[in-house]
């Protein structure tokens, strides 16, 4: 048995003998694995939905602007 194996052997034997020990390990460690999921979803929203956000807001910004520009009206200044 190589020692990767011997390693991931033992891990899950310690986890797995805290579990049975104690029931509120297993519930924290299913708490924890849930919040890997949430925040890894939540970067990849992050980086997926900034880029278009940013585009739709310059993009709104120009339509705004040429709307004022047809109606004669002044612009803001922020």
């Given at each position: 048995?190589?020692?990767?194996?011997?390693?991931?052997?033992?891990?899950?034997?310690?986890?797995?003998?805290?579990?049975?020990?104690?029931?509120?390990?297993?519930?924290?460690?299913?708490?924890?694995?849930?919040?890997?999921?949430?925040?890894?979803?939540?970067?990849?929203?992050?980086?997926?939905?900034?880029?278009?956000?940013?585009?739709?807001?310059?993009?709104?910004?120009?339509?705004?602007?040429?709307?004022?520009?047809?109606?004669?009206?002044?612009?803001e200044?922020?």
């Amino acid at each position: 048995m190589s020692i990767y194996y011997s390693l991931l052997l033992t891990i899950f034997s310690v986890v797995a003998i805290m579990i049975v020990i104690d029931p509120n390990m297993g519930m924290w460690i299913d708490l924890q694995i849930r919040n890997v999921v949430v925040q890894l979803k939540r970067r990849y929203y992050i980086i997926t939905m900034g880029t278009v956000i940013k585009y739709q807001t310059w993009k709104m910004k120009q339509e705004f602007k040429k709307i004022r520009k047809e109606y004669g009206l002044p612009d803001e200044t922020d």
